[in-house]
């Protein structure tokens, strides 16, 4: 918005600067200070999309410097002399949006691919339980343990780090409820081949239990891995105990109704969620879900993080390249975001990436399988 300058304000004109009354003038600069906000109100359109959040940083300096100027004290007053006699001018900055970020669940994430989910617990800038959740998260257990939706917390190394990833699985409920049901087929492998568990395929739940928002969870057997991957298979489990009740806040890991044996850590006491930026995959692909069946156009959605937000697409059918876009989510937390391709039928496989902010090189953080009808 280019704020009116002196000559627009009548200060060449019928106002005066030598300090006198001079109300007729006044009148006219009143007047020409109504014309001059109203046009540039009317001008404004804010947006919620990414970018702007980007930029935010950016227009929040430039606001800053046009506030300063003196022409803007002058329309500062005459706005404060509207409110006054009943009037109402609002400004939306730099694309934000006036009713504030949306939780994503995480939210446990946001959603717009999903209703119902894993509920915020926002701790920081990052808001921790910023999940994405698709349809079936958050529901009631079937009655007579019957089929169930339930979030499932895998691990990758995407070259970088071993990472935290989420699958949701439609399972026949456990005896013992909604957490077990999760935590059981955390044992079993993932839809997508590049997802994995750190836990013994063989390990079952011997019991859960609940006190308060903490839950007990006792196991069969404990992961017999490095310090590091030791950590993040703790994190699993927790992330996913977490994301199928979202009331539970920390879990107290049992093996055999002891505290796990452990070279690494003392996992006696109860765990809560690590921050998202240290164990969660920095972009995830939720649209299309692992050997998908969809129609063109295809819709694809990420969550996640990345260097100014931007997350690279590239769409392979074989070994050939056949579209690439790009998305944008936010920068140090995570947020959702889509589009749409074209594409023939076949078999395609999407890659996501986000790019150094050195060098420019991009870094392969998900890929999923699926198939165009």
């Given at each position: 918005?280019?704020?009116?300058?002196?000559?627009d304000?009548?200060?060449?004109?019928?106002?005066?600067?030598?300090?006198?009354?001079?109300?007729?003038?006044?009148?006219?600069?009143?007047?020409?200070?109504?014309?001059?906000l109203?046009?540039?109100?009317?001008?404004?359109?804010?947006?919620?999309?990414?970018?702007?959040r980007?930029?935010?940083?950016?227009?929040?300096?430039?606001?800053?410097?046009?506030?300063?100027?003196?022409?803007?004290?002058?329309?500062?007053?005459?706005?404060?002399?509207?409110?006054?006699?009943?009037?109402?001018?609002?400004?939306t900055?730099?694309?934000?949006?006036?009713?504030g970020?949306?939780?994503?669940?995480?939210?446990?994430?946001?959603?717009?691919?999903?209703?119902?989910?894993?509920?915020?617990s926002?701790?920081?800038?990052v808001?921790?339980?910023?999940?994405?959740?698709?349809?079936?998260?958050?529901?009631?257990?079937?009655?007579?343990?019957?089929?169930?939706?339930?979030?499932?917390?895998?691990v990758?190394?995407?070259?970088?780090?071993?990472?935290?990833?989420?699958?949701?699985?439609?399972?026949?409920?456990?005896?013992?409820?909604?957490?077990?049901?999760?935590?059981?087929?955390?044992f079993?492998?993932?839809?997508?081949?590049?997802?994995?568990?750190?836990?013994?395929?063989?390990?079952?739940?011997?019991?859960?239990?609940?006190?308060?928002d903490?839950?007990?969870?006792?196991?069969?057997?404990?992961?017999?891995?490095?310090?590091?991957?030791?950590?993040?298979?703790?994190?699993?489990?927790?992330?996913?105990?977490?994301?199928?009740?979202?009331?539970v806040?920390?879990?107290?890991?049992?093996?055999?109704?002891?505290?796990?044996?452990?070279?690494?850590?003392?996992?006696?006491?109860?765990v809560?969620?690590?921050?998202?930026?240290?164990?969660?995959?920095?972009?995830?692909?939720?649209?299309?879900?692992?050997?998908?069946?969809?129609?063109?156009?295809?819709?694809?959605t990420?969550?996640?993080?990345?260097?100014?937000?931007?997350?690279?697409?590239?769409?392979?059918?074989?070994?050939?390249?056949?579209?690439?876009?790009?998305?944008?989510?936010?920068?140090?937390?995570?947020?959702?975001?889509?589009?749409?391709?074209?594409?023939?039928?076949?078999?395609?496989?999407?890659?996501?990436?986000?790019?150094?902010?050195?060098?420019?090189?991009?870094?392969?953080?998900?890929?999923?399988?699926?198939?165009?009808?």
């Open positions: 918005m280019t704020p009116p300058t002196e000559r304000a009548g200060m060449g004109g019928t106002g005066r600067k030598d300090g006198s009354d001079g109300s007729d003038g006044m009148d006219v600069l009143e007047a020409r200070l109504r014309r001059a109203t046009a540039e109100a009317d001008m404004v359109h804010p947006s919620g999309d990414g970018l702007s980007i930029r935010a940083g950016i227009d929040r300096q430039r606001y800053d410097v046009w506030w300063r100027r003196p022409a803007v004290a002058l329309a500062a007053a005459a706005v404060l002399g509207l409110a006054v006699g009943g009037g109402a001018v609002a400004l900055r730099g694309g934000e949006d006036p009713t970020p949306v939780a994503v669940q995480p939210t446990d994430e946001p959603p717009t691919s999903a209703p119902t989910g894993e509920s915020p926002p701790t920081s800038s808001t921790e339980s910023d999940d994405p959740a698709p349809t079936g998260e958050g529901t009631a257990p079937a009655p007579g343990g019957g089929r169930v939706e339930v979030p499932v917390y895998y990758h190394d995407d070259g970088q780090a071993i990472r935290l990833y989420r699958e949701f699985h439609r399972v026949q409920q456990h005896a013992q409820g909604r957490i077990a049901t999760a935590v059981t087929e955390m079993r492998a993932a839809d997508d081949p590049d997802y994995s568990s750190s836990w013994p395929s063989s390990t079952t739940v011997r019991s859960v239990s609940r006190t308060g903490t839950a007990t969870v006792d196991l069969s057997d404990f992961p017999s891995v490095g310090g590091d991957a030791e950590d993040k298979a703790v994190q699993q489990l927790v992330y996913t105990v977490t994301a199928a009740e979202n009331s806040k920390r879990v107290r890991v049992l093996v055999d109704g002891d505290t796990p044996p452990s070279g690494h850590a003392d996992w006696s006491q109860p809560a969620r690590a921050p998202m930026l240290d164990v969660q995959g920095l972009v995830w692909i939720l649209q299309p879900r692992q050997d998908a069946a969809v129609g063109s156009p295809v819709r694809l990420v969550y996640g993080t990345a260097y100014e937000g931007n997350v690279i697409l590239k769409v392979f059918h074989g070994e050939t390249e056949v579209t690439t876009t790009f998305v944008t989510t936010a920068m140090g937390e995570f947020r959702e975001a889509s589009t749409t391709v074209e594409l023939e039928p076949g078999r395609y496989t999407v890659v996501a990436y986000d790019g150094n902010g050195e060098n420019g090189e991009l870094t392969e953080r998900d890929s999923k399988a699926f198939t165009v009808e």
